[in-house]
C-alpha cells in the first residue's frame, strides 16, 4: 500500500502573495539593493496589475528577473537575516482553507511536501514553520564563497514540478491516485493532473481554461475560492466571465 502525499504550491496558494516578492521588499528596505531597480522597471507594471489593467503573472515574471539580477553578488549568510524577517513577519498571512488543509493531512498521517516557485532558502524556512515532511523551490546557485551567481534551477513551470513529484514518488513511495495536490496558476497543471484528489485554490483564468479543456482532470479537481470571510466551493465547469 503506497504513501499518500499532500503537495502544496505555495504562493497564492497558501501564502496570500509571493514570497520572493516579500523578500525583494524586504531587501530594499535594508537598502541592500538599489531602490531604483523598482521605480524604473517593476513599478509600472505592478501598478497596472493593481489596477487590473494588467496581469499579475507579467508583473512576477518581470519582477522574478529582476530580483534574480539583484540576487547576483550577494553574500547568503549576509542576507538570511532578512530571509528569517520575512518568513517571521509574512509567514502566517496564508488562506485558511490551506492551513486547515495542512492539518487535516498532518493529521490523517499523509506526507506534506511544497513545491515552490519562490527560492528555496524561502521555502525551507516556510517548510520548518509549517512542519513539512519534504519541499522543493527554486535553487539559487552559490559561488565557492557563498555568493549567489545569478544563476538559477526554477520550479515555478510545469515541467520541473512534475519532475520534482516523480522524484518525491520515489523517495517515499507515494500512490499518486490517492494522493492531493494544491495550486493555483498554470505552472501547477501538472502537479494537478498527477493526483487523484487535486484542489485548485483561488484559480487564475488561464488555469480554469486548460482545466476546462481536459476531460479527466476537470471530473476529478476541486474549486476553491476564497475572499473575505467567505470559502466557497466550485465544479469546474464555473461559467469564467
Not at 503573472?57 to 522574478?64: I, M, N, Q, V
Request: include cysteine; hydrophobic fraction near 35%.
Amino acid at each position: 500500500m503506497g504513501t499518500v502525499a499532500a503537495f502544496f504550491d505555495i504562493d497564492g496558494t497558501l501564502y496570500r502573495d509571493s514570497l520572493m516578492v516579500e523578500h525583494f521588499k524586504k531587501l530594499l528596505k535594508y537598502e541592500v539593493i538599489d531602490a531604483s531597480l523598482w521605480h524604473h522597471h517593476a513599478k509600472h507594471t505592478y501598478e497596472d496589475w493593481d489596477r487590473r489593467q494588467g496581469n499579475y503573472d507579467d508583473y512576477l515574471l518581470e519582477l522574478a528577473q529582476i530580483y534574480i539580477d539583484s540576487m547576483k553578488g550577494l553574500n547568503r549568510h549576509n542576507i538570511d537575516f532578512i530571509s528569517d524577517q520575512v518568513i517571521n513577519l509574512k509567514g502566517d498571512r496564508v488562506y485558511r482553507y490551506s492551513r486547515a488543509r495542512i492539518a487535516w493531512h498532518k493529521c490523517h498521517g499523509h506526507k506534506t511536501i511544497f513545491i515552490s516557485g519562490s527560492p528555496s532558502f524561502l521555502v525551507e524556512k516556510m517548510a520548518k514553520k509549517y512542519e513539512i515532511t519534504d519541499f522543493r523551490g527554486t535553487e539559487y546557485l552559490l559561488d565557492d564563497q557563498d555568493n549567489y551567481t545569478g544563476e538559477i534551477v526554477q520550479m515555478w513551470d510545469s515541467e520541473n514540478k512534475h519532475k520534482a513529484i516523480m522524484e518525491f514518488v520515489n523517495k517515499y513511495a507515494i500512490d499518486l491516485s490517492k494522493s492531493y495536490s494544491y495550486g493555483d496558476t498554470n505552472g501547477d497543471l501538472a502537479m494537478l493532473k498527477l493526483v487523484g484528489h487535486p484542489v485548485t485554490i483561488n484559480p487564475t483564468k488561464e488555469l480554469i481554461h486548460n482545466i476546462q479543456l481536459d476531460e479527466e482532470l476537470r471530473k476529478k479537481i476541486t474549486l476553491i475560492v476564497e475572499r473575505k470571510d467567505v470559502i466557497y466551493k466550485l465544479n469546474a465547469d464555473v461559467e469564467v466571465l
